[in-house]
């Protein structure tokens, strides 16, 4: 016979087996998808190249603001140019549906 106990033990490895994961794979899989949007979101410039991206947390002073469902995160994308290199930061929010959706922030810092 099962003991509440035991039901509620064997409830909670189940959740860190299969739902953690999952919360795991879908913040890198956000990263993804938004490393993806802003490069999409690039300005066309012949000869322009990714160099490096990456991304980063969105700060505390602008997240206290913040209105949306899920947690923006920054893409920061370093490219070179024939006219030389830059950095474009853009903002990130997931929507329900799986996708992303960029805008552009300004950056005092270049690459």
Not at 2 to 12: E, I, K, L
Not at 64 to 85: E, K, L, Y
Request: charged share 15%; aromatic share 8%; net charge positive.
């Amino acid at each position: 016979m099962r003991t509440p106990h035991a039901v509620a033990v064997a409830f909670m490895l189940a959740f860190q087996v299969y739902i953690v994961p999952v919360s795991v794979i879908a913040a890198a899989d956000q990263k993804v998808r938004c490393t993806v949007s802003a490069t999409g979101a690039l300005p066309k410039v012949a000869g322009l190249k990714v160099v490096k991206s990456g991304t980063r947390p969105m700060p505390a002073e602008q997240l206290a603001n913040w209105r949306g469902q899920s947690t923006p995160i920054i893409v920061d994308i370093d490219t070179d140019a024939p006219g030389g290199g830059q950095r474009y930061s853009y903002i990130c929010a997931s929507d329900p549906k799986g996708g992303a959706f960029v805008q552009r922030t300004f950056t005092p810092t270049g690459p």
